[in-house]
């Protein structure tokens, strides 16, 4: 019994070594969908004024809804165009390491969104930094069984949302933000920009 469980798992492990490359040309389309939707749900944000904790979390877990349904939607796409079994071990892995900090963060976000404004305080402009944090926790595990760039994508969301709550804490309390630009920048531009990156870098490997 143990004998076979090791065996799996070397398997596995030499199968995503394997499909390293194939995760990074997936990565690309998902990270650019990714950020769209983002760009689109904080400009629907901005324009209809969707400020309050309730409209804020609908929005934007709603967006996140469809962001997962995409992404799933693209990599079924991506493995049946080259011809791999969907729902492998490798992508169980993958998917098992997404999921902790992922519903973490979705349970938040639900605790946040129904909680009301008290003593002044504004809880929906806490949660792009906890969801930051949560998301890059998620993307440095997942890193472990994909391109390496997934883990430093990771670092950069803790980083960025660690900082900035460190400064506006210590340093600027009474900054006043934007929970909707916080959001665009976060799940809007960063995914955007690694989406390009990852799309010039595979085009240049290609083309040499």
């Not at 490359?21 to 749900?41: D, E, K, N, Q, V």
């Not at 995409?70 to 165009?81: D, E, N, P, S």
């Amino acid at each position: 019994m143990e004998s076979n469980w090791a065996a799996e798992h070397l398997q596995t492990i030499r199968t995503l070594m394997e499909r390293s490359a194939l995760y990074r040309h997936a990565l690309a389309p998902i990270m650019l969908f990714a950020g769209l939707i983002g760009a689109l749900a904080t400009a629907v944000g901005l324009i209809f004024h969707l400020d309050l904790p309730r409209s804020f979390g609908v929005l934007w877990l709603g967006a996140a809804v469809v962001t997962i349904a995409g992404a799933f939607f693209i990599v079924r796409r991506q493995a049946l165009k080259n011809r791999e079994l969907f729902w492998s071990p490798p992508t169980r892995r993958v998917a098992l390491a997404l999921v902790p900090p992922l519903t973490a963060g979705l349970i938040l976000g639900v605790i946040f969104t129904l909680v009301r404004t008290r003593g002044g305080v504004d809880f929906t402009l806490l949660l792009p930094f906890l969801w930051a944090l949560f998301y890059g926790c998620a993307l440095h595990t997942a890193g472990f069984f994909m391109p390496r760039g997934v883990k430093w994508f990771g670092w950069i969301y803790v980083g960025l949302a660690s900082g900035a709550l460190l400064f506006l804490a210590l340093v600027q309390p009474e900054v006043e933000l934007n929970a909707h630009w916080l959001m665009g920048f976060f799940f809007g531009a960063l995914h955007l920009a690694y989406g390009t990156y990852l799309y010039l870098t595979e085009k240049g490997k290609n083309a040499a």
